[in-house]
């Protein structure tokens, strides 16, 4: 062979020998048609990898606009710049313009899977009901996560939709309720016609020894309610009145709420967090007398006595003392830590007994059963806080028997991202306690994120 | 190309006729080259007859023999560091004594312009920059990057931070992509080398990329570090479009092309600089001052704890330079370079090692570096040659913790939150709890361990084959093969006992990353060089392939709760880990044809190169990147040598889709130990294709005043069509963004370069060089809306691409407040020699250009700046009214890079300090960064949190420091 030869053939070898064509060695495809059990199994703990993506960022941003908690962040002043002083600034995605997008991610993953489901020759008819109804109902808890962060805004709720049509429109608040409303029955449809199982495991959030058991169809059906009842409330406070709180009350009738002491105020479905590879632990948790977050003292300032002396039980479980911390200028302080989510697999609550309760006592109030209102309202007093009932608390007036259980609220469901909404939906913010009058403000709501309005603009 | 390749084998076949009957008429002529000055013979200068193929080289005594057709002849005698000189020789005459000028401005280099071929820089179409190893290595550097800085008009060169090791952005002749990759491609003799930067991950510590994907913001070397400045010959670059356009679609941030040293023949040479110096803090930013208690408690409520610290009469506070004493390290730095380099007409061999350390300016932190290189050429029968580069390169450095975090543990974002009055000292080996922030950067510095390790092997070569080699054509095949392989091993421990450690509430955190790559190069080419027998035209034919395979391979393992003491990631309660794999394969085909004419006036250059990549969504489809460049030299224009070149040239480059954006995939999650499959936020798309560059450089190079004054002048305009877009998406799809290929972007600048010999005698020798760069860039159309690439929102200054603006410009709340273009960078450098002494220095000016100094904003925003009473509280008011232009401030610098003063030991002393053997020794004191002038209100306007980036470099979020470097230095020859 003549050199000539050689380097022709190298060059033959080299340009006819490689592969160019390369697929993504890091990250699976989206799902396909016809999934298999596997591929099912990933995408059903996909959606709760999703839904939990945004859990502990809401309590902990929600929370310090409702003046539960601070962020003492040497790294990033916005904690104080933003949710305390204002303005928020929408073009951000971690304050103004958060608590939008992760809910949104979670809703196409969720439409991902929804948009195969049929096609699942590997399923009976049963658990494509089952798996449908499971998705849904997390979507529908997706779509109320953005409607709990955004109250003036209308949002988009038909999304599903190629990423390359022109985006889902806005709809009004009311229709994004009745949407959400609307999607958890059609879920709770499926989930009754899914068969007694689950085509895929849900993991720890939905079934454990001290936090009951949702892991079938039927089972989950509870957590769908009790979404639902939280839904219609909530619908009954901002303007649907009776018609929705009697809904609410039909929904938690048909959840797992428990009076009865069976089970404990904690039951209820869960986002689960773990030391294991792969997993992520509770960004709540922090050493709580050397960690960001801290205490807004006003909790301190108001916590109830027990008969037997020392604080309600709530406060002692949630709250510890700490060493004088401050922050911002005029400065904030706080000596309060948190021991809420005391260890790095602590869950975080999608929702649970104590807070249908509550709900219970929100609707039967709000439809004039003062006692049924003030029966649940003592019996979280005492069970959840260890403090003594108020006897004549079904005779109070209807807005006197709202604040008292918005202060139950307050201790019973402490940095798990209820109490600005609650507020705010009942009309309250003005007795949100601020530090520092004429530097701080209370915000009525998160802007709607640039990001969502730029790509919008022609 | 199948055109070319017939036209070169039917030369083939021509060529083997015409060298057969051409050998018979020629005659022999021998000779001696040597230096004008000083009558050395002149090693390794090359010897052609004029007209013809024929050419012999100089053996180590300047000895030349070769066979020159019958008759008259005209020899062109060349050397590296010389004047050319044409030499006529008689018919009869036999011998012929050569005496060579030097040639101070490098007019003779010959450079490197095709994948195989050359044009002498009288030639050059375009204006490429030539650095050789005299200004390269003017005072040490680090790293190859800052020796390059202030040296090329057309690049700007700026360091990330001041962390030892690099980490510094190549950027030639301003934005070239808004979201494409941004450093030039680096070729080392031939070899497509990789300039990875691969994150430490020290996001596990910091936490500045929230959520613990991988983070930007890890301060990362970019691989380049790795080389050996001292083994560096000569660097060319090629920096736009028109020049760099044979290098295709991996090409369109320009080309670095590094040459490393060979031997020359003759007698063994040895050569060994030793180096012992000392790093310290160039600058930093302190905190305020308070006067007392009444004024400490305005910002720090805690009186108690206020009144406990300012305990000294009066109630007043005492003041701990904390930080000063931070930066307060200055141990011995050294270096020892040392080669023997020499050779055979058979064999040359060039050997070279390197060892090095640079000791940081805080503890823990430095950096060390060991090299060494053996370069061979070898003849292997009378049409080969073989070369062979190897090298293998062992860094080392200790970087610690600085940039942005969101953990409290970076020194410049606890400093902002600490108040002069707390002494964070040790005390008798105890380290105090900072009451004000999470952390006590002294302890930290002191017991945190942030270690790159780092072994590359690169070994390339190259053998050549003259097929023909006649007195009208030559033809000649070169296939050059190489391998470029590191390993980077990253090992981070944040011990338990460090005060922020345990506010996770899992005390301890160990980082353990280990990442590689392999790039395999293939380039094959030919040549084919034709010169007719009528003379005045030679045309120069190369075609080639170059396939380039990539393999990066990146493992990183986070370790959280360690038990105090222990080191291995196994040794945590709390373990993830991460995989990420990048292969890439690249493959092009060129074709080039030069035509030199008109007595070598008139260069016409028109080369093609088409190229296919595993990057592109269709990856069999060939992009093609065409080129024309012309040059004429208007000769003798006054007298004495003086000519005047006018260039025009333009071409086309691409630049690759980033790996990933032709696909649209999930990420991945665990919940209950289950793997879930849940979307990703990009989409990608399937049919993205690279960028496409077309630039259109022209000039003029003037020689004038009898050699003197040499001057250029280049303008150019650089458009960008297709350009890799990310637009977001609506936010309620789920996604965030898609790729998509569109826009345009124009660029357009001027470099200026001048040089001037003051003086040219055997005892003074003096030349004084200036450069000067301005570019502004434009986006033309851009079919999505304005979007910002980079910053911290609009309220902290954001980079925002917007149609009809500058691509770099920086918007706040109240709109546009800076760029970070500059509006001109000039450089000044002067090199005396005089008798024994040579003193030399480089003046780098960059004017304008703004920096987002967030570090600044920090301090005002905890009441804490130094200069608080006077500017910082109104600063910090403008921005609570809504301002961000406080925080977005120039960074204009005026810094002298390098300065040399050496003295040449008389024969005497060399002789009686070092023995008989050695011939020469130098003593010299050299400094680097020792004068810095800026108004910039941060540690250094050379800043970059997020590494480097085509758009948002300039966000300054609590740097490393920059330090000063001064040495002493003996050079020995013998």
């Known amino acids: 062979m003549t050199p000539t030869r050689l380097w022709l053939l190298v060059a033959a070898l080299v340009v006819g020998a490689c592969d160019f064509d390369i697929t993504d060695p890091n990250n699976p495809p989206p799902i396909g048609n016809d999934p298999s059990l596997a591929q099912i199994q990933a995408a059903a703990t996909g959606i709760l990898v999703a839904a939990r993506s945004d859990a502990a960022d809401w309590n902990l941003d929600a929370g310090i606009i409702g003046r539960e908690a601070y962020r003492f962040d040497g790294s990033d002043p916005r904690f104080i710049s933003e949710l305390l002083e204002g303005p928020l600034d929408n073009g951000g995605g971690a304050f103004g313009g958060d608590h939008w997008f992760e809910e949104y991610a979670a809703i196409r993953t969720i439409n991902d899977l929804l948009n195969v489901i049929g096609t699942a020759t590997v399923l009976s008819p049963a658990e494509r009901n089952a798996t449908r109804g499971f998705a849904e109902t997390m979507e529908a808890y997706a779509y109320l996560m953005v409607l709990m962060g955004h109250a003036r805004d209308s949002i988009p709720a038909d999304v599903n939709r190629p990423v390359t049509d022109p985006p889902a429109p806005f709809v009004t608040q009311d229709s994004a309720y009745r949407f959400v409303s609307a999607l958890l029955d059609t879920a709770a449809a499926h989930l009754a016609a899914g068969g007694t199982a689950f085509p895929f495991n849900l993991g720890g959030g939905f079934k454990d020894p001290e936090r009951g058991d949702f892991s079938t169809p039927p089972l989950f059906l509870k957590v769908n309610r009790a979404l639902k009842g939280r839904v219609e409330v909530y619908r009954g406070s901002l303007g649907c009145g009776a018609t929705c709180y009697t809904a609410a009350l039909t929904a938690l009738t048909a959840s797992f709420i428990d009076t009865s002491g069976t089970v404990t105020l904690n039951d209820g479905a869960y986002h689960v967090y773990s030391t294991r590879p792969g997993d992520i632990v509770n960004p709540l948790f922090q050493n709580p007398l050397t960690g960001e977050n801290l205490v807004h003292r006003s909790l ?8 037997t002396g020392g604080n309600d039980d709530r406060y002692t479980a949630k709250i510890v003392s700490r060493p004088l911390t401050s922050a911002g200028v005029p400065p904030l302080s706080s000596d309060l830590g948190w021991i809420r989510y005391p260890t790095a697999d602590a869950p975080i609550p999608i929702i649970r007994n104590e807070e249908l309760i509550l709900l219970r006592a929100e609707a039967n109030n709000a439809l004039g059963n003062p006692v049924p209102a003030a029966n649940d309202i003592n019996y979280i007093r005492a069970k959840s806080g260890g403090l003594s009932v108020i006897g004549g608390l079904a005779a109070l007036t209807q807005n006197q028997i709202l604040d008292e259980l918005l202060r139950q609220k307050k201790y019973s469901l402490l940095y798990e991202g209820h109490r600005w909404n609650d507020m705010r939906r009942l009309g309250r913010l003005g007795q949100i306690i601020i530090d520092r009058p004429g530097t701080d403000v209370v915000h009525a709501t998160l802007p709607t994120p640039l990001a969502e309005v730029l790509p919008r603009l022609p | 190309m199948g055109k070319h390749l017939g036209v070169m084998l039917l030369a083939l076949g021509l060529g083997a006729g015409t060298a057969a009957a051409a050998a018979a008429q020629q005659r022999s002529i021998s000779g001696r080259v040597a230096s004008a000055v000083s009558d050395e013979p002149v090693a390794g200068a090359t010897v052609a007859v004029v007209g013809t193929a024929i050419s012999a080289v100089t053996d180590a005594s300047g000895q030349f023999t070769l066979s020159a057709p019958e008759g008259a002849a005209t020899l062109l005698v060349r050397a590296i560091g010389y004047k050319r000189r044409t030499v006529p020789v008689p018919a009869g005459q036999n011998t012929v004594a050569v005496s060579l000028e030097q040639d101070i401005f490098n007019l003779e280099a010959v450079v490197v312009t095709g994948q195989a071929t050359a044009v002498e820089q009288r030639n050059l179409p375009q204006a490429v920059s030539v650095v050789t190893s005299q200004t390269l290595e003017r005072a040490p550097a680090s790293t190859i990057e800052s020796a390059l800085q202030g040296k090329i008009a057309g690049a700007l060169i700026q360091s990330n931070s001041g962390a030892p090791g690099g980490g510094a952005q190549i950027n030639l002749r301003g934005v070239s992509t808004i979201n494409g990759s941004v450093d030039p491609l680096i070729v080392v003799d031939g070899l497509v080398i990789s300039n990875a930067s691969i994150g430490n991950n020290i996001n596990a510590i910091t936490a500045a990329a929230a959520g613990g994907n991988a983070s930007n913001q890890d301060n990362p070397v970019n691989r380049i570090a790795d080389l050996n400045p001292a083994d560096i010959d000569r660097v060319e670059v090629l920096k736009g479009a028109s020049a760099a356009a044979i290098y295709g679609s991996q090409a369109s941030n320009g080309v670095v092309m590094i040459t490393t040293r060979r031997g020359t023949t003759g007698a063994p040479k040895f050569h060994l600089t030793q180096r012992f110096g000392q790093f310290r803090v160039a600058h930093f930013m302190r905190s305020r001052v308070f006067a007392d208690s009444a004024e400490a408690v305005t910002v720090y409520t805690d009186s108690a704890l206020v009144g406990q610290l300012c305990n000294l009469p009066g109630d007043a ?13 200055h141990d011995l730095s050294s270096e020892t370079d040392a080669s023997i380099s020499g050779g055979t007409d058979q064999t040359r061999y060039f050997l070279s090692g390197l060892l090095k ?27 080969w040659t073989l070369a062979v580069s190897t090298q293998v390169i062992h860094s080392y450095s200790e970087r610690g913790i600085s940039n942005n975090d969101n953990s409290g543990t970076s020194p410049y974002l606890v400093f902002p939150l600490t108040p002069s009055f707390v002494d964070l000292r040790p005390v008798n080996g105890v380290y105090p709890d900072n009451p004000f922030e999470r952390s006590n950067p002294i302890q930290t510095y002191a017991l945190f361990r942030n270690k790159e390790d780092v072994w590359r092997a690169l070994g390339a070569g190259t053998l050549r084959w003259e097929a023909v080699s006649g007195e009208r054509q030559s033809l000649r095949f070169t296939a050059t093969g190489g391998l470029d392989y590191f390993e980077q091993r990253n090992d981070i421990l944040s011990p338990p006992n460090l005060e922020f450690e345990p506010n996770d509430g899992q005390p301890g955190t160990i980082v353990l990353g280990k990442a590689s790559n392999l790039n395999l190069n293939l380039l094959v080419n030919a040549v084919h060089t034709y010169i007719p027998a009528s003379g005045g035209l030679q045309a120069t034919t190369a075609v080639g392939l170059q396939y380039v395979d990539r393999a990066p391979n990146t493992t990183n393992i986070v370790g959280r709760n360690v038990l105090l003491g222990q080191t291995n990631v196994d040794k945590a309660t709390n373990i993830s880990l991460t995989q990420v794999l990048q292969p890439q394969r690249d493959l092009g085909l060129f074709a080039q044809e030069e035509i030199l004419a008109m007595d070598q006036r008139l260069l016409l250059t028109l080369g093609v190169r088409a190229d296919r990549s595993s990057r592109n969504g269709d990856v069999n489809k060939y992009n093609l990147y065409p080129k024309a460049a012309a040059s004429y030299r208007f000769t003798d224009i006054g007298g004495g040598g003086d000519e005047l070149k006018v260039r025009a040239a333009v071409g086309q480059t691409g630049l690759q889709p980033a ?11 665990v919940v209950s130990g289950i793997l879930g499959s849940f979307t990703g936020t990009f989409v990608g798309d399937s049919g993205i294709k690279p960028e496409r560059q077309t630039e259109i450089e022209g000039g003029f190079d003037a020689t004038l005043m009898d050699g003197r004054l040499n001057a250029s002048v280049t303008v150019f305009n650089k458009t960008i069509t297709d350009m890799l877009l990310i637009p977001s998406l609506a936010l309620s799809t789920g996604r965030t963004q898609r790729v998509f290929n569109g826009g345009k972007l124009r660029n357009r600048g001027v470099e200026l370069g001048a040089g001037y010999a003051v003086a040219q005698s055997p005892e003074l020798n003096w030349i004084i060089r200036a450069t000067f760069f301005a570019n502004r860039s434009k986006v033309l159309e851009l079919p999505v809306p304005a979007f910002q690439v980079g910053g911290f929102g609009t309220s902290l200054g954001a980079f925002q691409i917007e149609e009809g603006k500058s691509a770099t410009q920086i918007v706040g709340s109240e709109g546009v407040v800076g760029d970070a273009t500059p509006d001109f960078q000039m450089s000044f450098s002067t090199d005396l020699d005089y008798k024994r002494w040579t003193v030399g220095m480089l003046w780098d000016w960059k004017k304008g250009g703004d920096v987002i100094n967030l570090t600044d904003l920090l301090f005002d925003l905890f009441g804490n700046s130094e200069d608080w009473s006077t500017a910082g509280q109104q600063r910090f008011t403008d921005f ?15 810094k002298l890079r390098e300065l040399s003063l050496s003295y040449r030991l008389p024969s005497s002393a060399v002789a009686q300090l070092f023995g008989s053997r050695v011939k020469d020794a130098r003593i010299t004191f050299s400094g680097r960064n020792l004068i810095r002038i800026t108004d910039f209100h941060g540690n250094d306007p050379e800043v970059s949190n997020f590494g480097n980036q085509a758009i948002a470099r300039n966000i300054d979020v609590a740097p490393f420091p920059p330090s000063r470097s001064f040495f002493l230095s003996v050079d020995l020859d013998f």
């Open chain 1, 300 to 307: 301190r300032d108001s916590v109830e006595q027990k008969p």
């Open chain 2, 317 to 329: 506070c005492p003041n701990f330079d904390n930080i000063g004493a931070l930066w307060n390290q």
């Open chain 2, 357 to 383: 350390h640079d000791a940081g300016i805080a503890p823990h932190t430095g950096y060390s570096k060991q090299a060494i290189r053996a370069n061979l050429d070898q003849v292997l029968g009378t049409r």
């Open chain 2, 659 to 669: 790996f990933g954006h032709k696909w649209t995939v999930n990420n991945t999650g």
């Open chain 2, 880 to 894: 609570g009214n809504g301002l961000t232009q406080p925080y977005v401030q120039d960074a204009s610098y005026l």
